[in-house]
């Protein structure tokens, strides 16, 4: 086989390559514009759970108050697929500095290399590709925790948990470490939200539990959004690199296959002109 004939399949399977790298950014692309409708719908309802909270602690403020735990467990969100350069890297840089007790981690990609971070680990689980996975990986997560609390017998509620995520932020595009529990503090007891006490239908131990598990439930859906958000941009800029790579390889080795498609020409106008000169 000829050497022009070589490049000329090299560079059919790089367009191959190429198209399928680029259906992925336009699927990642895709992902992107959901994920950011999805995300300013649930940063609305979290806003509004806070605001439910403040307006409750302030006239409850013994609820606000931190009881202490001897449980400190990190969520660290990663990337569940690859092509997304150094996503999982920072959240290991970031996370080797937590004072964590225990540590969840989620995305198969960062549970490969999560090993030798020297924090223990209570449990690796699957992380959403998509939007549409956020709720199923999300109750997976609860489950996961309820059982941690269930191997403590003196913690069997969630207010009693300390609960810090860590993930990246798709507002300011850096690594984010967000408490969720204990979750509500009055960071200003004299301004007064309502003039009114709210009317419970429970009493008010039961309502501020329901609402801690409201307020888990809306808040991890919007930090699982803000880093998928992330994962897929960083998964459109490295396939945007590897497409440029692959459309630089492309044509070096076109031009290469013309100069040996040139020579193999010369060499047998060579030969028949030589066979000619023969006869």
Do not use: W
């Not at 950011?36 to 605001?51: D, I």
């Not at 040139?262 to 047998?268: F, K, L, S, V």
């Amino acid at each position: 086989m000829s050497l022009s004939h070589t490049l000329q399949i090299h560079i059919t399977q790089l367009r191959e390559i190429h198209s399928i790298l680029k259906a992925m950014k336009n699927l990642a692309l895709m992902e992107v514009h959901k994920l950011k409708r999805f995300k300013t719908m649930q940063g609305h309802v979290v806003a509004h759970v806070e605001s439910v909270a403040m307006d409750f602690l302030y006239y409850y403020p013994e609820f606000a108050r931190n009881h202490g735990s001897s449980i400190h467990l990190g969520v660290m969100l990663g990337a569940e697929r690859g092509f997304c350069g150094d996503f999982n890297e920072k959240l290991l840089q970031e996370t080797s500095s937590q004072a964590f007790n225990t540590l969840i981690a989620v995305g198969n990609r960062l549970c490969n290399h999560i090993d030798n971070l020297g924090v223990e680990v209570y449990a690796k689980m699957g992380g959403a590709s998509v939007a549409e996975e956020v709720p199923e990986i999300i109750n997976f997560l609860l489950e996961t925790i309820r059982s941690l609390l269930d191997t403590h017998s003196h913690q069997r509620v969630l207010s009693t948990l300390a609960l810090t995520l860590v993930y990246h932020d798709s507002v300011t595009n850096q690594i984010r470490k967000k408490q969720l529990l204990p979750s509500f503090a009055i960071e200003n007891p004299a301004m007064i939200p309502y003039g009114t006490r709210p009317i419970l239908n429970l009493s008010p131990s039961d309502f501020y539990a329901d609402l801690l598990e409201q307020y888990l439930l809306v808040a991890l859906h919007d930090i699982f959004y803000s880093s998928l958000v992330v994962e897929n941009q960083k998964r459109l800029q490295h396939l945007d690199g590897a497409l440029n790579h692959i459309d630089d390889d492309v044509l070096r080795l076109q031009r290469k296959s013309q100069i040996y498609r040139q020579e193999e020409i010369t060499e047998e106008i060579e030969v028949i002109l030589l066979n000619g000169s023969v006869e």
